[in-house]
């Protein structure tokens, strides 16, 4: 292998050790530099992460987005390779981002598009199904995550992003009960921290949403071809969703139930000084 380009990756950990050592270790083939920034992990990521030829930093949690704000600041060089602590980048795109440094020149994009694939726990990842582009290979000169407590992808379109070769493989989950907590846990967050939509229409989306956000995933993105397994992931991610508009419709009903207390205790205030 020729010397690496002047990449670093980073990757954002908390209690990943299952993972952390082959995302780690893929990044390297491609990045002169890998960070960890790590918000408090007790199962020894950050030691495994050392050992697989990481520099680690512990962060405490700055959410999504300034998590990775952090990380940006603590690499060394301006091309960012951004993984999660579940992604592993296979050879073939290593050796694509390799090829963009080649002769010491620079690439010409200034964000590049993964390809990602979902390793699920048990056979083959999922080749050709439900194939996930991702703007994570950029330039920070030119584009910034954004500092946002919920979201932590780049604005940048996909449509002008070249794709790199290869894939990431995403083993997001261990399990459906694993898959479930992670998709309750993540729009839990992203439903404190997005606009609020008017009520009748998350009304509308709980009451006939589901079916929809799961066939869009079971017959829009192939999921169907895989068999059982691909019904229950298209379930689960559907019931994200759905929950989402659920968590949106109780912060309404949050803020009604606020301003009837506070009517209430005016009412009290009145009669007390009348």
């Known amino acids: ?31 002169r530099e890998v960070i960890v920034v790590d918000s408090g992990s007790t199962d020894g990521t950050q030691d495994i992460a050392r050992e697989a030829g990481a520099i680690v930093h512990g962060v405490p949690w700055r959410g999504n987005g300034g998590q990775k704000r952090a990380a940006e600041d603590l690499c060394t060089y301006d091309w960012l390779l951004d993984l999660d602590a579940d992604e592993v980048i296979d050879d073939e795109m290593a050796a694509g981002i390799r090829a963009l440094f080649e002769d010491g020149g620079e690439p010409p994009h200034p964000v590049y598009g993964l390809r990602q694939v979902h390793a699920v726990p048990f056979g083959e990842p999922w080749w050709g199904t439900d194939i996930i582009v991702k703007n994570k290979f950029y330039d920070r000169r030119r584009i910034r995550i954004p500092d946002h407590p919920a979201w932590d992808q780049l604005e940048y379109s996909k449509k002008t992003s070249p794709r790199l070769p290869g894939y990431m493989l995403h083993y997001m989950f261990s399990d459906i009960g694993d898959l479930a907590k992670k998709q309750e846990r993540n729009m839990t967050r992203r439903a404190a921290n997005v606009p609020l939509k008017p009520k009748r229409q998350l009304a509308l989306r709980i009451v006939f949403g589901m079916p929809v956000y799961f066939l869009k995933r079971y017959l829009g993105k192939g999921l169907f071809r895989r068999g059982i397994y691909g019904f229950a992931f298209s379930m689960t991610i559907a019931y994200g969703r759905w929950l989402k508009d659920v968590k949106l419709y109780e912060r309404h009903l949050a803020a009604e139930q606020k301003e009837r207390e506070a009517k209430a205790s005016r009412g009290h205030q009145e009669a007390h000084h009348a």
Do not use: C, F, H, Q
């Not at 380009?5 to 390297?28: C, F, H, L, Q």
């Open 1 to 31: 292998m020729s010397e690496l380009p002047p990449v670093s990756a980073y990757i954002r950990t908390k209690n990943e050790a299952r993972r952390i050592g082959d995302v780690v270790r893929a990044a390297r083939k491609a990045a």
